[in-house]
């Protein structure tokens, strides 16, 4: 396990926090959310691995920009193991544990839905080979920041930005960004394509039915354009509807997939990059 070097003065900091109920709850009620339930709920079973979990979780969700440029990643890259050809977050433990499955529903709400570990951004800058992403269901604009923070251009966009907006996904809370990237609103996006060699991205857009995805794709193929990256479950999972899938199948062809990916264990995302046929 990575070991997570902390300076005397953050300690410090980190201290007084803590011993401050009122002030944690005020300042960052999300992390005194986490620690108030995770005490309750059965850990990994061994005790220093949810120990190191809990403190990088306290010390990167409340160290700002400082602490880290990519704080998601930096909380969960300890606890990925292998498991059956994927790289999980399980804390090594191969069915993860209650505790993990809180913090996931924290973390995907604080941050993003699929986790963008350094490996995963680095393939999707070599897919996209300099163009242009177009990211629909941006979200908080995570995986947009971290994508811009590797150099790449990123035009990011959703139907309810959330520092413009209530978006259920995505709740405001104090001590959180509320975006992390620059969003516009989905209004904007039927004219945003402006050269086929952008590359569209959908990371975890919505399944069950909704038809965000394959109006997307459709839109998309409309303009001309032939490289897509989707993020998120198999057909017939919880992200993309039949119709996105039913046209992947018939006017695209799957070009790579980012092997590094990194996914919580309970979910089965993937990252893929499709050409058009």
Not at 15 to 27: G, I, K, Q, S, Y
Not at 83 to 101: I, Q, W, Y
Not at 123 to 151: H, K, M, N, P
Request: net charge negative; proline share 5%; glycine share 8%.
């Amino acid at each position: 396990m990575a070991k997570l070097t902390i300076t005397p003065r953050r300690w410090d900091e980190l201290t007084a926090l803590l011993e401050d109920e009122e002030r944690l709850r005020n300042e960052h009620p999300k992390v005194a959310e986490y620690l108030d339930m995770s005490a309750r709920l059965p850990g990994t079973g061994d005790d220093q691995v949810d120990a190191d979990f809990d403190l990088r979780l306290v010390h990167y969700m409340t160290g700002g920009s400082v602490a880290s440029a990519n704080p998601y990643w930096d909380i969960v890259e300890p606890f990925v193991n292998a498991h059956d050809g994927r790289r999980v977050v399980n804390g090594g433990c191969v069915d993860g544990s209650a505790r993990l499955a809180y913090a996931q529903m924290l973390l995907q709400a604080v941050y993003a839905y699929a986790i963008p570990a350094p490996q995963t951004i680095e393939w999707v800058a070599d897919f996209c080979a300099g163009s242009t992403i177009v990211e629909l269901g941006a979200g908080r604009g995570y995986w947009a920041a971290q994508l811009a923070r590797s150099g790449l251009e990123v035009r990011a966009y959703d139907s309810e930005p959330p520092d413009r907006t209530n978006n259920a996904s995505f709740p405001e809370a104090a001590g959180q960004s509320s975006v992390w990237h620059p969003i516009e609103d989905v209004t904007e996006f039927a004219t945003c394509f402006q050269s086929a060699d952008h590359v569209l991205f959908l990371c975890w857009p919505p399944g069950w039915g909704n038809a965000m995805s394959s109006e997307a794709l459709s839109s998309f193929e409309a303009v001309g354009g032939e490289r897509l990256i989707y993020v998120g479950e198999p057909k017939g999972g919880r992200t993309g509807n039949d119709a996105f899938f039913d046209a992947l199948s018939a006017r695209w062809r799957l070009g790579c997939v980012d092997r590094q990916f990194v996914s919580w264990w309970r979910d089965a995302d993937v990252a893929q990059g499709w050409i058009r046929k």
